[in-house]
């Protein structure tokens, strides 16, 4: 099975090189998988693209917006299984042999990480817990989805899925939308995972994509409701 690993990454030179020591690429190999790590590049200014590259992953860059770039990142993998997480050190990425090995053994098609298990009392300030809180709500209340965390950045899942997911997101709230469309129409799980303090300057703008990701629940939401995907 093909394993891409696939990492959005906006300024994050200090953050990407532990999120590369911790891949489990040996392991995976180990498991009989072949394994690629694609970094997006967000139009970074600093030395991500080549911190990226001096490890070895292949490094691509589209137009602006963090879930128009997913997309365009995701429409580059052939075949097999994705693996996405933040290129800040935030989430377990040692774990990534155990959740591939969990989709296949239990035939799921698509994983999310929650990350409220096991947090760190630095991983998240507390008016992010309380707009998470407010978004993960929104989103099981409209759409009925068994999803603690709607904002989670770590998925697993397989690509023979992706034509059928409708995804339009271009910025943030391309996160609960992957989420929408899988745990809709296919097989989905969420799993406990962990969170830790990112490395790194927050990219993130708090109360703007807070916002623009709970006015997208509705408008997901009113799309479905007039018979559009
Ligand atoms: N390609 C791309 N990546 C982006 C963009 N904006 C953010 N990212 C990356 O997407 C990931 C998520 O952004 P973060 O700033 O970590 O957001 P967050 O995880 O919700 O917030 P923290 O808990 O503070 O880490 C990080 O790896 C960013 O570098 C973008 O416009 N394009
Ligand atoms: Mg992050």
């Given at each position: 099975m093909l394993v891409t690993i696939v990492i959005p990454a906006l300024d994050e030179e200090e953050g990407l090189p532990r999120v590369f020591e911790a891949l489990p690429l040996r392991d995976l190999r180990e498991q009989g998988h072949q394994v690629q790590v694609i970094v997006v590049d967000?139009?970074?200014?600093?030395g991500t693209r080549d911190v990226a590259a001096a490890h070895g992953a292949r490094v691509l860059r589209f137009r602006r917006g963090y879930g128009r770039q997913y997309r365009a990142a995701l429409a580059e993998v052939p075949h097999g299984v994705i693996v996405t997480l933040d290129a800040?050190?935030?989430?377990?990425?040692?774990r990534i042999a155990e959740f591939v090995e969990l989709l296949l053994a239990r035939e799921l098609d698509f994983l999310s990480v929650s990350r409220m298990e096991e947090m760190t009392p630095e991983a998240m300030s507390r008016m992010h817990r309380f707009g998470n809180a407010v978004l993960s709500l929104t989103m099981r209340w409209l759409?009925?989805?068994?999803?603690?965390?709607?904002?989670?950045?770590m998925w697993i899942f397989r690509q023979e899925i992706l034509p059928f997911l409708n995804l339009h997101a271009e910025g943030m709230a391309f996160s609960e939308e992957i989420k929408i469309e899988a745990f809709t129409r296919f097989r989905a799980l969420e799993v406990p995972g962990a969170y830790t303090a990112r490395i790194g300057r927050a990219k993130i703008r708090s109360f703007r994509d807070g916002l623009g990701n709970l006015f997208y629940l509705f408008f997901k939401k009113a799309r479905r409701l007039v018979g559009r995907p």
């Open positions: 967000g139009g970074s200014t600093d800040d050190g935030s989430y377990p990425a040692g759409f009925r989805v068994e999803v603690k965390d709607s904002q989670s950045g």
